[in-house]
Each structure stands twice: as structure tokens, then as C-alpha cells.
């Protein structure tokens, strides 16, 4: 169970630590998902001298100098790590590479008899490189600002080490699930140490915070009981969060259970996170009164709400800040940000979170 909000609990003085301590801060903190990306011009330009998109993640310097391109043009209070969910999959030993235009390509593990090919003892020298970049960015970030670590939650990332790549129905990650439930529970096993891994790594390398991206836990969400939800997506993120809390007692876990509705209040009960990041479908009235008791809350502006900007991005955003920016509350995106995102709307809508509270 989660203890109650512990305001002003942080022993920093970081607005996004003390908002995920428990404490209400007007302006909120805010960042957004995937900041660093491709509707930044200095983002795109590194990006094509850079070779693949995995060459860009696994190369300290120029990960650094990514995960602090969005920093310096709009003074978020929190950098995130620029890296991907699919990096534990290549520590473990599974072929993973980004197609232009296709998305994630990995050399699918259709069941349990194709487990062997995967070994965790080698992941933390594979992924050294992105550790490196943890430590670089810390060296140089401003100090009122929080360096994010992340990871996919054990679902997310097996759904696409199944498929082969993005998905729509989970067809084949589902069967196997469904059908040998005992053999996909050691896929998801395995993830469960091998995220611990990858997280408490980018802690010893100075990571303040963490998140935790369960993208595809919709997938389970449809079903007219939450056990598959709660076995497949809620126990393993469960399970991390406490290995975590056992290793580094101090690092706040932020937790996005993708789209799953009103299942969201048992991640709020039995998650263990400090908070959690909610999508955009989430009502603005419900999280404040079903959540926000339980514990801070981040989101949820619709990331097309920002690629259209003018009075309804104003609007939308006030009304957020109105609602949730009553208790402690960390103003962000409910999904990514979208490439083709305007400048300009991301200086508004940082100006617009500054301006605070409405009264
Ligand atoms: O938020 C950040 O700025 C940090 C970096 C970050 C990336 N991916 C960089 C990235 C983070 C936190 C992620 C998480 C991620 N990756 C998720 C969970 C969050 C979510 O969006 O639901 C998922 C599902 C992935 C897997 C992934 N990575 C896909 C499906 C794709 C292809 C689709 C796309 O947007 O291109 C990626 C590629 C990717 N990851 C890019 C970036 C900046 C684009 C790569 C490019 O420059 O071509």
C-alpha cells in the first residue's frame, strides 16, 4: 500500500522532488515526453550526422547533448535520459534496430524454448554507454533541475520482443500469454530483474528520479476482470518499484499505466510509486478526487492539443492547471510529444504553465 502524500518530505530542494515528496508547488514543475526529439531543428540536424538512432542513444557525448537541447530552449525542471525502451532487449541479446519510417525491427522470441537466448549477466557493460550518459548530463545540468532515468515497463517491452515491433492487437504476445501462461511469466520475470538492473544503474550514475513506461497496458485493460491486467502489468511494475525502494530508498518512482481507465486506482493503491502519469482520455474532476488523495499526480495534456496551439492549447491548459494543480502536481503531456509539434506552441505552453494557478 502507499502511504499517504508526505509533504515536504524531500531533502531537496529540486520542484519536481519536492512535488513527487508530496508537496504542491504553484507554478507546477513541469517536462514533457519525449522532449528531445524530432520537433526539435538542433535535434534533427545531430540526428542525421549521428548514423542510426541506437548509434545516437549509444553514444555518450551526443546523448548528452540531446537530453539538454530541450532544457536550454524551454527550462524544464526535469531532463529526461535520452535512450529507449528497447535498449533492454539489446543488453539482453536480442537483435534491435530502428527502421526509418518502420519503427522498432527486433528478431521476434515467439516462446519460452527461445529464453536462452537471452542472458542478463552482460547487460549493464552492453548498455555502459548509456550509463555514461546519466553521469555526463548530471555534470551539466542546471541545479534546480531533476535528471529523469526511465525504462518500459516487463509487458510493454515483451510486447515488442514477441511481436517483432510495433503492434496494434498484441495478437502474439497475447496467445502466448493466454495459452502458456507459465513460460511468458519467465519472459516477464526475467524483465523484472533486468529492469531493476537497468534502473538501479542509471541511480549509482545519478539519476534523481525514475520512470517507469507502461505504454501498452491498455491491452489488457478491456478484459472484465483486471487479473491479466493486474498479473501482467500491475504485479511486475509492482515487484520493480520494491526492489528498487530495497536498493535506493530515496528515488521516487514515477509510474504511466497507459490508457487503462479507471484500473488506474489500484496502480495508485498497490503500485508502490510515488506517482503516476496519467494519458490524456483520464478526467481532469475523477483523478482529482480518486487519485490525487492517494498520491501526486502528472499529465495529461493531449500531445495534439499542442500541435494546434491558439486559444484551445490556453484553454486545455488552464483547465489542467485549475483542476490538478490543486494538490501536488507535475504538469506534463498525456503521451509523447508529436514531431510535428510547433516551436513556438512549446514556448506558449511553457509561458502559459508559469503563469501558474488560475485564481
Ligand atoms: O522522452 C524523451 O525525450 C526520452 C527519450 C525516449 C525515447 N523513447 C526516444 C525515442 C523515451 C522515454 C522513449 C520511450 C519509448 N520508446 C516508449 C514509451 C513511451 C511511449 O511513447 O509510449 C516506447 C513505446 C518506445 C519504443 C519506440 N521508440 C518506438 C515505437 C519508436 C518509433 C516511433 C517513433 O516515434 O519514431 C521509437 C523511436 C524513438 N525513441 C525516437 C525517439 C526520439 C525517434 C527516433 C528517431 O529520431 O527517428
Redesign the pocket.
Known sequence: MNSPPRAGRSTSDKPLLRVLAGERLNPPPFWL??????YLPE?RSL?AKAGT?LD?CLTPDLATEVTLQ?IRRYGMDAA???????VVPLGLGQAVS?E?GR??VLEPLRDASELSRLRLDGMREKLAPVYRTVRQVVAALPAPVTMIG?A?APW?VAS?MVEGG?SREFAIARRWANEDTDGFQRLIDLLVEATVEHLSAQVEAGAEAL?I?D??ANAWAAEKTSAALRRWCLEPCRRIIAKLEARHPHIPVILFP?AVGPHLSLFAKESGAAALSLDDSVPLAWARATLQPMLPLQGNLPPRILVEGGPALAMQTRLILSELGQGPFVFNLG??IL?ETPLEHVAELAALIREGVPA
Open positions: 515526453m519525449r522532449q528531445a526529439g524530432r535535434y540526428r538512432f545516437l530541450p529526461i535520459l535520452f535512450s529507449d525502451i528497447l530502428f526509418e519503427g522498432p526511465f518500459g510493454t515488442y510495433s520512470q513506461f505504454s501498452w497507459r503521451h509523447g514531431p
